[in-house]
Every structure is written in structure tokens, then in C-alpha cells.
């Protein structure tokens, strides 16, 4: 995806950031763009410029022809979320990769991300990238209505996730509503079946809200999910598409959180 005047410079940044580190595209971007106190969240790397440019240049000796596309970049104040597909091995499926960057003063400050496998086929059939409702846009559009939307989500999310009431979804979802994460049925029917069934194998689980970021159409949240109580849990990030004040599409992904991390900031 080119980034056009839908992108900000921060969304520019963050991408830029991105390709040097997963393609090696150019280190010095990330001396010139991440500040010296940089916070990181992804439990395989330490703090720092330093300790990104190290896993950078480890990932890209590990793999060296892995490419990275960004599919979509939402932007709210200091914060950028990505969605990217990135493929460390040609011919593979990749991976779904969801990065998000706090600035400070037009520089990087802190960031977190998950990372998911792609998987060769899905419960629902639709592609983990495409973006199937109309008017089939990737960036964000109206955004004049990113307040409302945000609102929507995040009391969606309160409802459904939060207080496990499934008679909500028909309440903020559209007829219209396709699905993109790999293991959940298609259409709002797919929602319901996969919630019940979430909720029934994992009664105690619960969904603590942590970062909701929107612009336009596009809102996407950052959770922790613990489905045992003393669990780690995982780290989830939903992106979802609300059109005419209903969720219409949505993607995710998740990672466990690990028992040990390269730093002390949790992934939240």
C-alpha cells in the first residue's frame, strides 16, 4: 500500500521504521526517527535504539530475503497502528503483524506488537489482508466520524467481551460483516457461534481493554485476554471496520505472552 495524504508523517515514520528493520532497508532511519529512551514491549527485544537495530540485523541474518508489506496504517494523535504482512521465508504464508508506535516530540518512543501466523486456509474463507466491504477501501476514510466510531467499538467491546453478553452483537454489527480472523466463522451468525463457544470452554476468561485507536472508519483495540484466571494470557489487537454506525468487517491477531521478556514493560 502507498501511502498517499491518507497517511500521516507519523504513519510515514513508522513504516519507514518497519522496512528497515524487517528489510534492512535502512539502519540509519531508525538513529534518526527512535528517540534514546525508547520503550519496547515486544518481549524478544531490550529497550533502546541499540537493542532494536541488534534484533533488526539478527532477524535479517536469520532471514534474509523477508519482505514486509504494510496493508494498513490508522493514526490517532501520538499513536500509529500498522497491519502488515510480513514473509520471512519466499513462498510462505508470513505472518500477520500488528505494530503500535507511541511519538513523542515526531519521534519514536515506544512501541508494541504481535505477530501471528498465517495460516494456509480459514474458517470462514476470506483472505487475512483483503478488505471485502464496500466501498472496498484499505485506509481509513469518514473521518469525520472517527469520535462516534471509537465510542461504537469501544462499547462493543464493554458488551460483548467485557460483560460477555452475546445479545449485543446483533445491536452493533451489520448485516453485512465479514470476518478475517482465521480460526472464526464468517458473518454475524459466525460472531455469535464463536463467542458462545469461546465462552462456554473458557467461563472464567476475561478481556481487559488496554488501547483504542481510531481514525475515520478504521478502530482498532489492543487487549490482554486471559482465559484462566493466573494465566499469562495473550496479547490481542481487533481491527474493525464500521460503516453507517454498524461493525462491518473485522481482523485480528494474538500472541501468548511469554513467561520471560528481553525487558520489563510487559507487552501491555
Known sequence: M????EGSRKGQISVQVLRAAFEGSDPA?????VRPDYIQHNPLAADGPE?????AAAWQQQFPEATYEEKRVITEGDLVILQSHGVLVPGTPGLTVFDIFRFQDGKIAEHWD??????AT?????????TLSLPKIEGPSQRQYTAYNKKLVTDYIHQVLVLKDLTAVD?????EYHEHSPDRPDGVAGVKIGLAAYFERSPQA?????????????????????????ERGRAVIDLFR??????????????DVPETSANNNTMF
Open 171 to 175: 445491536t452493533y454489527t451489520g448485516s
Open 122 to 130: 480459514t474458517a470462514n474463507g476470506n483472505d487475512t489482508f483483503s
Open 242 to 255: 464500521v460503516r453507517d454506525g454498524k461493525i462491518v468487517e473485522h481482523w485480528g491477531a494474538s500472541q
Open 2 to 5: 502507498v501511502l498517499t495524504v
Open 51 to 55: 537493542a532494536m537495530k541488534a534484533f
Open 114 to 119: 504481535i505477530l501471528q501466523e498465517v495460516p
Open 29 to 33: 532511519l531508525i538513529d534518526h526517527y
Open 206 to 230: 476475561s478481556v481487559t481493554p488496554k488501547r483504542v485507536i481510531a481514525e475515520g472508519d478504521l478502530v482498532a483495540v489492543q487487549s490482554h485476554y486471559v482465559d484462566t484466571p493466573g
